[in-house]
């Protein structure tokens, strides 16, 4: 019933196009207008809001509904009853692992978590107080220049190998960083432990006391790991899709989806949450607070979402988490934490944010979580980052598979000047 259904596009001098609809197995139809070049027109669409840049089978986002699956798995099971590493898997290879496939994924993973002792030397070169998503870039980026005997990107084994070694080595870069910029000596990867327990311990451990990661803690940053694994084609996937469309190096490519990610309307939102908590300072100033979003002095950091127009669904699970780990630590009372409950339920109630669908997103929670885990704040796209490189690297990896894979190039609506002639510097 849905085969060769057409839309006919009517131009105003009497030409006219037909132009294929084109169906996935779920959420919105698209209207293919890769025929338009026979007009000599394009399409007009900047920042992509309706514009579907590829085909993919990783993951699904129903923003009206609140959904998101990774292959067809709905988020809110994965951070119930699966663990990173699994999910990991999951992306990349498009099923769950079986036990055998799972040991050996998490074995090898937990093999290459070292870094060439080279790279180490790549901190000294910035400024301690260098932000830590400016090392990140630098130093993932750099991973470009290592493994040369592997970078064949038409290879698939190739590939697996380039994925298992980011999946590996970006934890391991993260908890350096933070270790370079608070001055502490980096600790070598324990591969004993989980890939989160290992990050934990990298994060936190000094070689001189002993380290026993806290279960319910770990399980709080796996959830954080699986709910930000993957998001469809976001600003920085799609980065890492267009660089890596011209055939570049994956360490590169990565290295510049942790460049997208660093903005505060992308990954940096969780950053910008605490921040505006800290500037708010009291539940009592939390009113007028509000008074100046809806006056648009300033926006709810944690609010809203391209393509949410419902409540997040990472949103509810991180917000549970939230509360399991405030309790544990017994920081229910945390100030930070009460006026973050109290913007939340204004928000829900007012109509500026109900008439605009403007829920809280992600990162409202996750900032609070992260804190309360001991990570300071210009850590939290960090962590981000290394949860989103199993996302960045399985949507690479199908890019480059894909049969209809070309160089990403958009078009564009010139504005400048007509063509004019060059004046002598001594005329101007
Ligand atoms: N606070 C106040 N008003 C907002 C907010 C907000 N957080 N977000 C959107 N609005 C308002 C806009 O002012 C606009 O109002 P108008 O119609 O009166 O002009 C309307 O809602 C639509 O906003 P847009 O900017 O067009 O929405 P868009 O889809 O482009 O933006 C975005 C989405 C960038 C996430 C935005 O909601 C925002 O800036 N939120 C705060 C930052 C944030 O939390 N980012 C995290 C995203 S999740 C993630 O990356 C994991």
């Known amino acids: ?8 596009l009517m131009m105003d001098d009497g030409r006219s196009i037909e132009l294929p609809i084109m169906s996935g197995t779920m959420g919105s139809d698209v209207i293919d207008i890769r025929g338009l070049g026979t007009l000599g ?6 920042a992509f809001v309706s514009t579907a840049s590829c085909s993919s089978s990783i993951t699904f986002i129903d923003g009206e509904a609140g959904l998101l699956y990774y292959r067809g798995y709905p ?10 590493l699994e999910v990991c898997f999951l992306l990349l290879h498009g099923e769950l692992p079986n036990a055998k496939q799972k040991s050996e994924f998490s074995g090898k993973v937990m093999k290459h978590t070292m870094v060439h002792d080279q790279l180490a030397r790549f901190f000294n070169g910035f400024r301690r107080d260098a932000h830590p998503m400016a090392v990140m870039v630098g130093v993932v980026g750099a991973l470009s220049a290592f493994y040369h005997d592997s970078l064949d990107i038409n290879s698939p084994e190739n590939r697996e190998i380039s994925a298992l070694r980011l999946l590996s080595k970006v934890p391991t870069i993260a908890a350096m960083t933070y270790k370079y910029y ?20 990298m994060m936190f451990a000094t070689p001189a006391e002993d380290y ?16 930000h694994a993957d998001h469809e084609q976001n600003a920085s996937t799609s980065t890492v899709r267009l660089a890596g469309s011209s055939g570049a190096n994956p360490f590169a490519c990565v290295s510049s989806g942790i460049a997208a990610l660093w903005g505060p309307a992308h990954g940096g939102a969780n950053e910008a949450v605490l921040k505006m908590l800290e500037e708010i300072g009291d539940v009592s100033r939390v009113a007028d607070f509000m008074d100046g979003v809806k006056d648009k002095k300033f926006r709810l950091m944690g609010f809203g979402h391209r393509v949410y127009k419902n409540m997040d669904p990472r949103a509810k699970v991180m917000r549970a988490t939230c509360y399991e780990v405030l309790e544990e630590l017994k920081l229910e009372k945390d100030p930070l934490f009460l006026m973050a409950l109290e913007l939340e339920q204004i928000a829900l109630r007012d109509e500026y944010f109900i008439e605009r669908k403007l829920y809280p997103n992600v990162d409202f929670y996750s900032g609070i979580v992260l804190r309360a885990l001991g990570i300071p704040s210009n850590m939290f796209t960090v962590i981000f980052a ?14 480059i598979s894909d049969s209809e894979r070309k160089i990403a190039r958009p078009r564009q609506l010139y504005k ?3 063509q004019r002639n060059f004046v002598p510097l001594a005329n101007r």
Do not use: C, H
């Open 1 to 8: 019933m849905k085969e060769n259904r057409v839309a006919t």
């Open 41 to 46: 027109m394009f399409t007009y669409d900047p």
């Open 75 to 84: 988020i809110e099971q994965l951070a119930e009853k699966s663990d990173f």
């Open 182 to 201: 608070t001055g502490f000596p980096f600790m070598f990867p324990k591969n004993e432990f989980s890939y989160v327990e290992n990050f934990m311990y």
């Open 212 to 227: 026993v990661p806290n279960q319910k803690l770990v399980r709080a940053l796996e959830r954080i790991f699986i709910l």
């Open 386 to 399: 290394v949860a989103r490189t199993i996302g960045w690297v399985s949507q690479w990896n199908e890019m």
């Open 416 to 418: 400048g000047a007509t």
